[in-house]
């Protein structure tokens, strides 16, 4: 078969046909390049393709987690709803794929399993399972959780029941109805998918490592607001794009730490009315003081109280670290749901799971669950785990891999030193998750365009981030983080989910604005910080 395998040369080729993928393409044609995207999966969407769990929805509004980069796109598309349900994000990527023809140069069902720069061509050999390519320049848009992360539960393979992964569920409906179900973690794909899965299981298990803090998302049907956000489109994006994650808030209202009872009061009591993650908006001091955090904490927990009845589930779903330290959650009848018969709430923090059986799990002090299915929502080996499955090597044979192996490093999380041409989009370094992703994406991607633009123009074919620029950025993004509340707590943007991984903050806090000026001024400066020839 493997002789079959033809090598075609590209100006670009890049991994991953998802928004960030997607819009590369749509780009990187514009300026005529002869570019592809390599693409795993059957169907286009990246994470909106992959996660189709139950109740899989959006955190960021719907009018502002969608593409800007064409007017007509965003006044003829309509959202249903203010956070859109995956269905709905997935019908949107496909007809944005179809208004632009993008899918003629996507390649589905095809793996990256390795992408080698040849200092000799200055070219990326890039090998998938269907093709052989070589590439001026590769863009690794592979999206910051994309690589599942299940852990190797012991006896798992003895265990006879359904197991499903809510970052791989299938695409058939999955029935649940009238069984013992068991769901292994409480992020934020399980705290959207336990209401809706309650609903039909005969009994829900819940098994919580740690409780995360979630706000009601006050999800509703979008009508006149539609409409008026678009009369005015570009200039709510001006406005968004001003804010420090790239999303619409209201203006805090004041610093938590020096506001009296009532105004704390009144103010939370608003934000949780309001719905969504600019509950964290609520004071500009949430994130940096942890005195003014713990006001925040305080009536979220009490909220929790007050919302679940059995007293001992509830003092249970209480966090104990700090709010925003994981990715705050937004819900539709989270905490209620333990409220429902059928439902009970397993802390596996000390008393772990043991081991699965032929049928169901055992925790260490004995207890046996029996379980006709059960889903991990165990979350991802984020930003970094899609690239590490991937095997790349840079200048001189250097393996990205050997290069990460103390934790990421890269320039602005868009050039790594050592991988000529080689650009990598929301990266770490980037401020990626922790913004409104889309006005990430449409930023980095721009940047990149722009980037190859002027190096043609310019007479340059190679660009490399310098080491001095990326040791001082690296620097800079866990300087910024450590004034912070963010490292705190075992959270996935520290890689602290992953058994063996480097811990270190990997997504930029320093703010969308400030990055994009950094970013801006990187450019007009003739691309400081890169080498050039
Ligand atoms: P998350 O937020 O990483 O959540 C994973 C959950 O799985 C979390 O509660 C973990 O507990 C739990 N987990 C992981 N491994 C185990 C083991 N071995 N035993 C018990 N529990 C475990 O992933 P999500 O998919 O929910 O969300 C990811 C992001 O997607 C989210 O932040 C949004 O940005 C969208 P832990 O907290 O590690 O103790």
């Not at 709803?81 to 994000?89: G, T, W």
């Not at 997935?90 to 200092?119: G, H, P, T, W």
């Not at 590439?135 to 393979?157: I, K, R, Y």
């Not at 265990?159 to 058939?172: A, N, V």
Request: hydrophobic residues 35%.
């Amino acid at each position: 078969m493997k002789d079959k395998i033809v090598k075609t040369d590209y100006d670009a080729v890049i991994v991953g046909a998802g928004f960030s993928g997607l819009y590369m393409l749509h780009k990187l044609r514009k300026l005529g390049l002869r570019v592809v995207v390599f693409e795993k999966g059957d169907g286009i969407g990246g994470t909106w393709f992959w996660n189709r769990y139950p109740g899989a929805r959006c955190d960021v509004q719907s009018l502002e987690y969608s593409y800007h980069f064409d007017d007509s796109l965003q006044q003829e598309w309509e959202w249903p709803e203010r956070y859109s349900a995956q269905p709905d994000i997935l019908a949107y990527i496909n007809y944005v794929a179809r208004k632009f023809d993008l899918q003629k140069d996507v390649v589905l069902d095809n793996e990256v399993k390795s992408a080698s720069y040849d200092q000799n061509s200055g070219k990326w050999n890039i090998s998938s399972t269907k093709e052989l390519a070589s590439a001026q320049f590769c863009v690794m848009a592979t999206g910051c959780l994309s690589s599942t992360n299940s852990p190797s539960f012991s006896g798992l393979e003895k265990y006879t029941g359904e197991t499903l992964h809510t970052g791989l569920w299938p695409k058939e409906k999955v029935n649940l109805r009238g069984k013992e179900v068991g769901i292994i973690g409480t992020g934020s794909s399980a705290i959207q998918s336990i209401p809706i899965i309650a609903q039909e299981a005969k009994h829900l298990h819940v098994f919580q490592r740690t409780p995360n803090y979630s706000v009601p998302a006050q999800n509703h049907k979008l009508e006149e607001e539609q409409n008026l956000i678009k009369q005015n489109y570009s200039t709510y994006r001006k406005k968004w794009e001003q804010e420090f994650f790239a999303f619409g808030v209201n203006e805090p209202a004041g610093e938590a730490a020096s506001a009296s009872k009532e105004t704390l009061v009144t103010e939370y009591e608003k934000r949780w009315e309001e719905g969504g993650l600019m509950f964290l908006g609520a004071f500009s001091d949430l994130i940096i003081d942890d005195n003014a955090n713990k006001t925040a904490r305080d009536f979220i927990k009490n909220k929790i109280k007050q919302i679940v009845k059995d007293p001992a589930t509830a003092k249970k779903l209480l966090p104990n670290y700090s709010v925003g330290c994981k990715r705050l959650c937004a819900d539709t009848g989270y905490y209620e749901t333990f409220n429902k018969p059928n439902v009970s709430l397993i802390d596996v923090s000390e008393n772990i799971i043991k081991e699965f059986t032929k049928t169901g799990l055992l925790l260490s002090d004995g207890t046996s669950y029996e379980l006709d299915s059960c889903i991990f929502a165990t979350g991802f080996d984020a930003m970094t785990g899609s690239l590490d499955k991937i095997q790349i090597n840079g200048k001189n044979g250097l393996s990205l891999k050997q290069k990460w192996g103390d934790g990421p490093r890269t320039y602005l999380g868009l050039g790594i030193s050592g991988f000529p041409n080689l650009f990598h989009i929301a990266g770490p370094g980037s401020p990626s998750v922790l913004t409104n992703m889309m006005a990430s994406i449409q930023q980095h991607v721009e940047w990149i365009a722009d980037c190859i633009n002027w190096m043609s123009k310019n007479g340059y074919t190679r660009i490399e981030a310098e080491d001095n620029a990326e040791n001082d950025w690296v620097n800079h993004v866990n300087e910024v983080a450590e004034g912070t509340i963010y490292p705190s707590c075992n959270s996935w943007y520290l890689g602290a989910n992953i058994p063996g991984k480097t811990r270190q903050f990997m997504p930029y806090i320093g703010g969308y604005p400030y990055y994009v000026k950094k970013c801006n001024e990187v450019a007009s400066r003739g691309y400081d910080g890169f080498s050039l020839s």
